[in-house]
DNA sequence: CACAAAAATTTACGCGCGTAAAAAAAGTAT
DNA sequence: ATACTTTTTTTACGCGCGTAAATTTTTGTG
């Protein structure tokens, strides 16, 4: 590829000897031309630093080779974590992914969405904000490409949902933590950024009443992303307030709890499983630091590798039957308890 | 946008009973067509629901208003961080950003320049794998497209590099260090994904031997970004060595200090500043949970919105003024310490 | 070597828009 | 009202490629 640029693919058919209607035949798929025509078109592909024009190819084209991936919030290490896979395994089945980040604002959000819908995607993966979330706007998009929606759910609408199962996750802690020591109270934010915030509270709730406990829930202020701030500084509140009955906080998730465990670390209280310590912090989403804070976080782990497994499987089963599946399908995966040492 | 759909330009322009022509100008920019013709223009636009066709918009244009952004690994904190900023940056300069990560894999990172040098952007940012990176592709995008080089720098490569002075960061550290205790001994990686870290090195080295110290480097094993985890096993096998020779240790970044603090809370050793700590640990880059670590971790940050300031505002001088600046430019931003209770 | 099948070529059209040039219409100042 | 300027319309072309139909060449088989 050090020969000169090539304008078109015109040109570059000149250059190989093979006329352009073939040349466009291998770009769309090698195996579709005979070896001997390939080689010839491979050999001046390393001779000459062309690629087709990636707006042509797609201007006058229905499905694109595009999926697109949404995510409320990429600066957090549960969508980063999840966009890779999602990614990676869009690269592997010879899609190419479009990331977009809505920053936690629903108006990016509807940009993304509709610069996506402007790019014919063959499919879309998406996270939405949730409660922020313009209905209309994701309405719009599962019409027109075939959309799965991951880890937010929006009811209604979409044909596909995949995500985790946020009351299994705090009845499965909420169940250990019962039967290793005290019942726990529930850490959480008054107005949380992500919708599965309030499934979970629901799931401790009924856990804690399952169990014949009396539930104690402490509300967080803040707004926003910075969930380990607010874990820290609440945490700090929460503890001075001097209402924590109970010696057991579980984290509506593994960020706030993150910000917990630093609150209670400046407050000099000891937290772990062993008899020494003062208190027991477990978190909920298996976050992908959550294994070297101190103590190490016992938490309820999404299936990361099944919900993008599934989410991408499903996005890519509607591509090839074409979307109309019918009835909305939803997808619900466990959580995996991870033992560690904070609980 | 309750209305039915449009299929093209020329049909919306008909609908609001506009020329063609005149709607594109409108698009291109929305000031440069009479406000009487602009109302009409928008109240159809709110009518019915239609988008340019990006593709087409794009394929008969030299500069369109893309601007790419390549991170080598974008479920790294500090990346998905920078990457944020850009984001917003270039979105409230108008222009749309695109966003790319090699994830760490050369291949994903030649991929993603050759698919952003066939979009034509109006400029890109990239933060290169580094070590592992192809020269010739990055030059070629360089030659192709206004290109800003930051965090990892390319010798000769690019017109602009933008990043942080990481020979400083490891001074500043160092001599906080010695001014307030022991000289530190230097955890690193012995083959770290980011080319920054043998700067940092040197920087420790020559940091040292200023001080009149002499250095001790302990070289971690394992390949790949999963920083936290070789920071943890690797700190457990420093420790367990028993070769460490001072009482503090300054980690060559955040991710593996955060690691490295696993460690010295599962092998007992209290981490801090006060008397009863048998250990001190900083860290380096600011990682934007690096203030919720269990002790908080005491670091040199970079100036991110230094960082990713100038990047863009570079950038944008670049698109405007044409590319070609002359020589070579490279700006180094200071880190600042960041002071907390683990060092 | 003839012949059918497969592959490549030739030819030609259209996608949706940018954009240039010329003509017409609308707005402004005199 | 007239002359002038600004804006819009009309008309027309081209971008780079997908793709279909008809034709020619190449390949494989008997």
Chains 1, 2 share one sequence.
């Not at 998009?141 to 991951?150: I, S, Y």
């Amino acid at each position: 590829m050090s020969g000169r640029k090539i304008r078109n693919m015109e040109e570059f058919a000149a250059k190989s000897g093979i006329s352009r209607p073939t040349v466009s035949k291998y770009f769309n798929d090698p195996e579709s031309v005979k070896p001997t025509t390939r080689r010839r078109i491979e050999e001046a592909l390393e001779r000459y630093d062309y690629k087709p024009n990636i707006y042509a190819i797609n201007q006058n084209r229905q499905l694109t080779k595009t999926i697109g991936i949404v995510v409320p919030y990429l600066a957090d290490p549960f969508f980063a974590e999840i966009a890779r896979n999602l990614e990676t395994l869009c690269i592997e089945a010879g899609y190419s992914p479009s990331l977009f980040s809505s920053h936690g604002r629903p108006e990016l959000e509807n940009d993304n969405l509709d610069t996506l819908r402007s790019m014919k995607p063959a499919g879309v993966l998406i996270a939405p904000l949730g409660r922020t979330s313009d209905r209309s706007v994701i309405e719009q998009l599962c019409q027109d490409v075939p959309t799965v929606l991951f880890d937010s759910n929006i009811e209604g609408i979409g044909d596909v949902f995949v995500g985790s199962n946020n009351p299994q996750f705090t009845s499965l802690m909420v169940n250990y933590l019962c039967r290793t020591g005290e019942a726990p109270c529930f850490f959480e934010m008054k107005t949380p950024p992500n919708p599965n915030a309030r499934k979970r509270r629901v799931g401790y709730v009924d856990a804690m009443q399952t169990q014949g406990h009396s539930p104690q829930i402490f509300e967080a202020d803040g707004e926003g992303w910075a969930l380990e701030e607010i874990g820290l500084q609440e945490g700090i509140r929460f503890i001075e307030s001097g209402e924590m009955r109970t010696k057991t906080v579980l984290c509506s998730n593994d960020r706030l709890a993150i910000g917990f465990l630093a609150a209670c670390y400046q407050k000099g209280m000891r937290v772990g499983i062993t008899d020494d310590c003062d208190l027991r912090v477990a978190g909920m989403d298996g976050h992908p630091f959550s294994g070297f804070t101190c103590p190490s976080l016992t938490t309820v782990s999404h299936d990361y590798e099944a919900i993008s497994g599934r989410s991408v499987e499903t996005l890519f089963a509607m591509i090839a039957n074409g979307s109309g599946s019918g009835a909305r399908s939803e997808k619900l995966f466990e959580g995996k308890l991870l033992l560690r040492s904070s609980a």
